[in-house]
């Protein structure tokens, strides 16, 4: 069982940037994949970027529309990520949700929602023009 707790959401101008973080519990931080989405009123969950760790080193991937502009990070003594999200636009308005899932050999659909067998609460972010 994981838990997963989201903080640090808010109201941010356009332009600005806010940091959001995500503590898990319950297992082996360093085995989940973790990931964003978020949604918008009206819109379906969509993918935002998830992390991959390993001994060799963590590999990440980003939606289009954040790339660039996202970066997300895993600190393993804190059992947290973050995603850090600069230039902000008003279209990044939305509910941001982290998922995890236990790695496993095989690949991941990284971007598919069905693919994540935890996911926090919710935090909002609400970028105003």
């Known amino acids: 069982q994981v838990q997963l707790v989201e903080s640090g959401g808010g109201t941010v101008q356009a332009g600005g940037s806010l940091r959001l973080s995500c503590a898990a519990s319950?297992?082996?931080?360093?085995?989940?994949?973790l990931a964003w989405f978020r949604q918008a009123p009206g819109k379906e969950r969509e993918f935002v970027g998830a992390?991959?760790?390993?001994?060799?080193?963590?590999?990440?991937y980003y939606s289009d529309s954040v790339k660039g502009r996202f970066t997300i990070s895993r600190d393993l003594a804190k059992n947290t990520v973050y995603l850090q999200m600069n230039t902000l636009k008003p279209e990044d308005t939305a509910v941001y949700y982290c998922a995890a899932v236990p790695g496993r050999s095989g690949s991941i659909r990284y971007s598919s929602s069905d693919e994540y067998d935890y996911w926090g609460q919710g935090t909002q972010v609400t970028v105003s023009s």
């Open positions: 992390e991959r760790w390993s001994l060799s080193g963590s590999i990440t």
């Open positions: 319950g297992r082996a931080f360093s085995a989940l994949v």
